[in-house]
């Protein structure tokens, strides 16, 4: 079964850090792309950051850039992303996604099919 | 960054009715766009990918049209598993989401 399973979310305070983890397993990791997106409370979902297959192209949303890395371990089948000086905004549920990559003529287009369940990350004083 | 914006932000349908959602792109976007279902508490499914391709296993009545800044998703036959919340994605980075679509029942 293809799944995708999210882990080390918490509380924690402004100005803290934390490291979520997601874990692959029955497709081969190391072939796809992977996102992490997330939703605050009673809110619509937020694209957090991409990383490509080989960890050549990273991206971020510019409400994190410079304060989370996207890292991925496909020895490990594991997605990360460290978090750091967060801010109550922080506060959602963040979700990995694979990316999946269809070819129409010259070019590609996007969507994420594999969703994980979501870990829910809290920062509060 | 390119904005996408989605209209109507909810929508009160029956089982059996045509419900259709649009989502208009700040720029144009050619077909990098996707379609997501979610329902509470559970993650988003894609539905849609590249403006009107179906993702395997979503039953036909889903249906996506547009380019360049304008696109629909249509569900041509409410069923009652669909009343979710629905939302476009540019499909290019950076993948960014509209602000969703509530269908509930009428």
């Known amino acids: 079964e293809v799944q995708l399973v999210e882990s080390g979310g918490g509380l924690v305070q402004p100005g803290g850090s934390l490291r979520l983890s997601c874990a692959a397993s029955?497709?081969?990791?190391?072939?796809?792309?992977m996102n992490w997106v997330r939703q605050a409370p009673g809110k619509g979902l937020e694209w957090v950051s991409y990383?490509?297959?080989?960890?050549?192209?990273?991206y971020y949303a510019d409400s994190v850039k410079g304060r989370f890395t996207i890292s991925r371990d496909n020895a490990k089948n594991s997605l990360y992303l460290q978090m750091n000086s967060l801010r109550d905004e922080d506060t959602a549920v963040y979700y990995c996604?694979?990316?999946?990559?269809?070819?129409?003529?010259?070019?590609?287009?996007?969507?994420?099919?594999?969703w994980g369940q979501g870990t829910t990350v809290t920062v509060s004083s | 960054d390119i904005q996408m914006t989605q209209s109507p932000s909810s929508v009160s349908a029956s089982v059996g009715d045509r419900v259709t959602i649009t989502c208009r792109a700040s720029?144009?976007?050619?077909?990098?766009l996707a379609w997501y279902q979610q329902k509470p508490g559970k993650a988003p499914k894609l539905l849609i990918y590249a403006a009107s391709s179906l993702q395997s296993g979503v039953p036909s009545r889903f249906s996506g049209s547009g380019s360049g800044t304008d696109f629909t998703l249509t569900i041509s036959s409410l069923q009652p598993e669909d009343f979710a919340t629905y939302y476009c994605?540019?499909?290019?980075?950076?993948?960014?989401f509209g602000p969703g679509t509530k269908v509930d029942i009428k």
């Open positions: 990383i490509s297959s080989s960890s050549s192209t990273i």
């Open positions: 720029q144009g976007i050619s077909s990098w």
């Open positions: 029955g497709f081969t990791f190391s072939s796809y792309s």
């Open positions: 994605q540019q499909a290019n980075t950076p993948f960014t």
């Open positions: 996604a694979r990316e999946v990559a269809v070819a129409r003529g010259p070019y590609y287009y996007y969507g994420m099919d594999v």
